[in-house]
């Protein structure tokens, strides 16, 4: 069911944007030149080869291989050109870091991007980048969280949450 949440979202990306989309892995990490994809085949060769194990640490992850590395850092070297949408697919809840390591993540990448100010010396702002999480599979759990996230005034403004099959027309 990953599988094929990544390969729709993909479609729906890499038809907006020559340049491709960039694929991370909460638990492999082997997926530092995963960038630029342009095509569903050469995608379904990288899904294929990472097999999901492991913990959880989806606000520990989305900070160090994204958030840092493709958003904070290229806003302040002013090399950051496009909004990024950001796309989180699990099966899970958090575990191994704390439970709302990733709210914290989100909102402090929203409140830095709206102070930095980009080329044009005009701010970034927090639209820069939008995240969205989609629950694959049927743990309660995950249900449970991506509620927890709906729900909470200060991040639910901030990501948006699908839970099931998303369908592409």
Do not use: W
């Not at 990544?6 to 020559?18: H, N, P």
């Not at 569903?40 to 899904?47: A, P, S, T, W």
């Not at 989180?88 to 390591?101: A, M, W």
């Not at 989100?106 to 629950?135: H, M, T, W």
């Amino acid at each position: 069911m990953m599988r094929e949440t990544i390969l729709k979202i993909s479609d729906v990306c890499t038809a907006f944007r020559d340049e491709g989309i960039s694929v991370k892995f909460i638990n492999f990490r082997g997926d530092g030149d995963y960038n630029n994809i342009r095509d569903r085949e050469r995608l379904d060769q990288v899904v294929s080869r990472v097999k999901p194990k492991g913990g959880t640490r989806l606000g520990t992850v989305l900070r160090n291989k994204i958030v840092e590395p493709l958003v904070i850092q290229k806003a302040k070297g002013e090399s950051f050109e496009r909004p990024v949408f950001v796309t989180i697919i699990t099966d899970g809840e958090p575990s191994g870091e704390d439970r709302d390591e990733l709210k914290r993540t989100i909102r402090n990448c929203k409140r830095e991007l709206a102070e930095l100010k980009g080329p044009s010396d005009v701010l970034y702002g927090g639209s820069a980048v939008e995240f969205q999480i989609s629950l694959v599979g049927n743990s309660d759990a995950a249900k449970s969280y991506a509620k927890e996230l709906e729900d909470d005034e200060e991040i639910k403004h901030l990501v948006y949450c699908t839970k099931g099959m998303i369908f592409i027309l």
